[in-house]
């Protein structure tokens, strides 16, 4: 860290902690209300640590998110529309941007850092190119999704506003790796407005043109980092959607017989929007499930041994899904 990020970082803390104080009355309820700054707290505490940790012991991907980002950052002390260019180029390169692309190496079309570091950037022109006030921007962006999310939960479930907000919140591991200057922070806080937006329109049905909008934004954030959430999401989602429908059926008889129909329903569209999501990034398509297993097995096991830490072993892979279903996972001795 640099003289800077102990001489601005207490003016950005200052200004956060003042829209929080600001927007708390108009975000919470008189059983939320309480959560609120410590929520907001914790997530504070959490960059700042994981910052410093980081910076002094680890290394690695918050450092050079900001490395890269500050690349792009100086594009802007050169050439405003070259800077521009960078944050919004579909990842092809061309001469403008090349001296400054030419220095990223997750430059390129369909990148999943390189979408960090276009959120970094724009973070860094906001905090003077600033670590820790990037790592701020980021925690405050990841906040307000989650906050969304746990004002949601707590919406469909009153009666243990505690509970939620203990685990959304306080768990140690989500404070602390889900604020920093990483993938992690951004996609937490869509996937929370991913799930206002869903719940908000599709479930409650009200305000159904902003919920489309906040939902794609949500959607366009979380798969150009991480397409498997959103994977994950879909089917549950579009379940829930179904289901909802048949309890609103008032008659007994008219809800038992469309019920079929409807789960039908609900899954035909679930298995759709799997295959559509799974066909705009190749590595998670059904047939190539097996090798992208097999290759994150193969790299965590290799990252486990270097560095002593712990693991697991499910066995020798051949790539394909039906061999990877078969094993079953064993500790190593």
Request: with cysteine.
């Amino acid at each position: 860290m640099e003289l800077s990020d102990y001489l601005l970082t207490p003016f950005y803390l200052a200004l956060f902690y003042g829209l929080a104080y600001a927007v708390r009355p108009a975000v919470t309820n008189k059983f939320t209300i309480k959560y609120f700054m410590p929520a907001f707290s914790v997530k504070i505490v959490g960059t700042l640590a994981l910052g410093i940790l980081y910076h002094t012991i680890y290394g690695g991907d918050t450092n050079n998110y900001f490395h890269y980002s500050s690349v792009v950052y100086s594009a802007f002390g050169k050439s405003f529309s070259t800077g521009l260019h960078l944050i919004f180029t579909d990842g092809t390169m061309t001469p403008d941007i090349s001296p400054y692309a030419l220095q990223i190496p997750w430059f390129g079309p369909g990148s999943n850092e390189y979408f960090v570091i276009r959120v970094g950037a724009v973070c860094a022109l906001l905090g003077f190119n600033t670590y820790s006030v990037s790592a701020l921007f980021f925690a405050v962006l990841s906040f307000t999704g989650m906050w969304a999310m746990y004002m949601t939960f707590a919406k469909i479930r009153p009666q243990v506003y505690k509970e939620l907000a203990i685990a959304v919140f306080f768990l140690p591991s989500v404070f602390f790796w889900g604020s920093g200057l990483l993938k992690d922070s951004l996609c937490i806080g869509a996937l929370g407005w991913l799930f206002y937006a869903f719940y908000r329109g599709a479930i409650e049905k009200k305000n159904i043109v902003r919920c489309l909008i906040i939902g794609l934004v949500a959607v366009r954030v979380i798969a150009s980092m991480k397409m498997y959430i959103l994977l994950a999401f879909v089917p549950p989602a579009a379940l829930w959607v179904f289901n909802e429908n048949t309890a609103r059926i008032n008659s007994p008889l008219m809800r038992w017989v469309a019920k079929p129909f409807l789960l039908g329903g609900g899954m035909a569209v679930a298995i759709y929007a799997m295959g559509a999501i799974a066909a705009a990034d190749a590595r998670f398509n059904i047939d190539k499930i097996g090798a992208q297993s097999k290759l994150t097995a193969d790299y965590l096991q290799k990252v486990s041994a270097s560095q002593g830490g712990s693991g697991y072993n499910i066995g020798v892979q051949d790539g394909t899904l039906g061999a990877s279903l078969a094993m079953p996972p064993s500790v190593p001795s």
